[in-house]
């Protein structure tokens, strides 16, 4: 069985930085074999991609949203993606989704093959 944990997710002013982490296990998943990835859901709308990293780190993707905002890294030793979040925005404000996948590009895309239960961040004007 395969579990995504996620951490980090609170209340922050605009302007403000808060540091997502997501740690895996499972005794069939090789997290270094898996791209991972951010997601996020505000009310009312849908699930959108916010970041995505290969497994070895070499290749990152962001949404236009975050990017310069938002940096994703991961540690593979540790089975841990983090998502460090400057400059919040309150349209920042969401459920933070950690995933997995088999490359970036599958990610990028929403083809997710496991998925965490979220975390909150709201980001108060």
């Known amino acids: 069985q395969v579990q995504l944990v996620e951490s980090g997710g609170g209340l922050v002013q605009a302007g403000g930085s808060l540091r997502l982490s997501c740690t895996a296990s499972?005794?069939?998943?090789?997290?270094?074999?898996?791209?991972m990835g951010w997601f996020r859901q505000a009310p009312g709308k849908e699930r959108e991609f916010v970041a995505t990293?290969?497994?070895?780190?070499?290749?990152?993707s962001y949404a236009d949203s975050v990017k310069g905002r938002f940096t994703i890294s991961r540690d593979n030793a540790k089975k841990t993606v983090s998502l460090q979040m400057n400059n919040l925005k309150p349209e920042d404000t969401a459920v933070y989704y950690c995933a997995a996948g088999t490359t970036l590009a599958v990610v990028s895309s929403g083809g997710v093959s496991y998925w965490g239960q979220g975390t909150q961040v709201t980001v108060s004007s």
């Open positions: 990293i290969t497994w070895s780190a070499d290749g990152k």
């Open positions: 499972g005794r069939t998943f090789t997290f270094s074999s898996y791209a």
